[in-house]
């Protein structure tokens, strides 16, 4: 490396780390580095002489130099720091210019005439073709916030990557072209697959709106659902106290016939007979009450093609269909899911109906546990009123005897 270029090197190291703003996350020295090794490349691919080379990279460590004095107009900047360097160290007039206007071709937009500048373009996009594209663009967009310049959503940013890949930017030399624009293609498809699959994802998220606006409403839906499964819930404790009452009964008649009825043959125990028949006659009411409490309805099973045209049959009730071929009923369901108001029409039906066999139970059991007490009670007053008689009569009997 010619002693210059060294210099160069020293030069814009110490400055872009003592003076540069920490906010440059992207135009830093890493950047310049990355620069000077793109232009060293594209250079051992050239024709260009000795004296340009050193030029070229001399414009390679100086073009961001600028950045120290601020963002604006920061070629020009570069270009005087660059012209004070280079005059301290004694280089000729001819090649500070040559080195400024090589700088100057940096700037966004320029359009390169000569090779060295095709040169320092190309290195200066080099990144665009690199696996580190993907961190150093993203540096760049926490830059341009940081230094409130520009605030880019990762979408916003990803647009304006595909538009500068697609319609600004190019590599000029034949180096790049041959080797970079692969590479180059490469993280551009990078960018239009997320571009499609954020596009998707929202196309999803439109119909998935859609169809929610046009499904039943969640209020309806959670109505429906909570009040069936209070319906349920209730159904199954009335048919538990029919079963309680069933078993109660079942071994107050088991207790009645094993150890009453067979005392009733004496004459002695004539006064039991009312007491257990009152005792017995309740528990056997109480046990059919609970009976017909659980008793299930029988029905018919059938429906027509003019029932579920009409909307007459409510298709959510197996009682309606269990006599029906399945080609049937999947017809009937395929009309049901059809239209809106009959499957509410079909869900209000079913809840209805259910009421109706709710109310017919627990009327059933409250009669059945009221007779159940009535019958306990008027069987222990009867118990108690025939041992009371039969001691008085066996009282009197004493007297007389």
């Known amino acids: 490396m010619p002693d210059i270029v060294q210099k160069a090197k020293d030069f814009v190291s110490g400055l872009l780390k003592k003076e540069l703003d920490p906010n440059f996350l992207y135009h830093n020295l890493r950047h310049t580095q990355r620069v000077v090794k793109s232009t060293q490349e594209l250079l051992s691919h050239s024709t260009v002489g000795d004296t340009e080379k050193e030029r070229i990279l001399l414009a390679a460590w100086l073009h961001d130099t600028g950045y120290t004095k601020g963002v604006n107009d920061h070629e020009a900047q570069s270009c005087a720091i660059a012209r004070e360097f280079l005059a301290n160290e004694g280089y000729n007039e001819d090649g500070v210019k040559a080195v400024n206007d090589l700088i100057m071709a940096t700037k966004r937009y320029h359009e390169p005439k000569t090779?060295?500048?095709?040169?320092?373009?190309?290195?200066?996009?080099?990144?665009?073709?690199?696996?580190?594209?993907?961190?150093?663009?993203?540096?760049?967009?926490?830059?341009?916030?940081?230094?409130?310049?520009?605030?880019?959503?990762?979408?916003?940013?990803?647009?304006?990557?595909?538009?500068?890949?697609?319609?600004?930017?190019?590599?000029?030399?034949?180096?790049?072209?041959?080797?970079?624009?692969?590479?180059?293609?490469?993280?551009?498809?990078?960018?239009?697959?997320?571009?499609?699959?954020?596009?998707?994802?929202?196309?999803?998220?439109?119909?998935?709106?859609?169809?929610?606006?046009?499904?039943p409403d969640?209020?309806?839906?959670?109505?429906?659902?909570?009040?069936?499964?209070?319906?349920?819930?209730?159904?199954?404790?009335?048919?538990?106290?029919?079963?309680?009452?069933?078993?109660?009964?079942?071994?107050?008649?088991?207790?009645?016939?094993?150890?009453?009825?067979?005392?009733?043959?004496?004459?002695?125990?004539?006064?039991?007979?009312?007491?257990?028949?009152?005792?017995?006659?309740?528990?056997?009411?109480?046990?059919?009450?609970?009976?017909?409490?659980?008793?299930?309805?029988?029905?018919?099973?059938?429906?027509?093609?003019?029932?579920?045209?009409q909307q007459k049959v409510n298709l959510l009730f197996f009682g309606n269909f269990h006599q029906m071929s399945l080609k049937e009923y999947e017809w009937a369901i395929q009309e049901l899911v059809k239209d809106k108001d009959y499957i509410y029409s079909s869900l209000t039906k079913d809840l209805y109906f259910l009421g109706l066999v709710l109310n017919r139970k627990y009327n059933i059991l409250r009669w059945t546990y009221t007779i159940f007490i009535i019958g306990i009670i008027i069987s222990v007053l009867a118990f108690g009123i025939s041992f009371h008689l039969e001691e008085v009569a066996k009282a009197k009997l004493n007297q007389v005897g």
């Open 115 to 215: 090779l060295p500048e095709k040169i320092i373009r190309d290195a200066d996009a080099s990144h665009f073709a690199q696996n580190s594209y993907w961190e150093t663009s993203e540096y760049l967009r926490e830059e341009l916030a940081l230094l409130g310049i520009a605030n880019y959503t990762p979408k916003e940013w990803r647009d304006t990557n595909i538009k500068m890949f697609r319609n600004e930017h190019q590599y000029y030399t034949d180096h790049a072209l041959a080797n970079w624009t692969d590479a180059k293609e490469k993280n551009l498809k990078k960018l239009l697959k997320e571009k499609k699959v954020e596009k998707d994802i929202a196309k999803k998220e439109a119909l998935k709106a859609k169809y929610k606006s046009e499904s």
């Open 218 to 309: 969640r209020g309806i839906q959670t109505l429906f659902r909570v009040t069936l499964k209070n319906h349920i819930t209730l159904s199954d404790i009335a048919d538990t106290k029919a079963n309680i009452l069933l078993s109660v009964n079942a071994i107050i008649i088991s207790v009645a016939l094993s150890n009453l009825l067979p005392k009733l043959d004496n004459p002695s125990n004539s006064y039991l007979i009312y007491p257990t028949a009152i005792f017995v006659i309740f528990s056997v009411i109480s046990m059919i009450l609970a009976v017909l409490a659980t008793r299930p309805n029988v029905t018919s099973g059938k429906f027509t093609k003019a029932d579920v045209a």
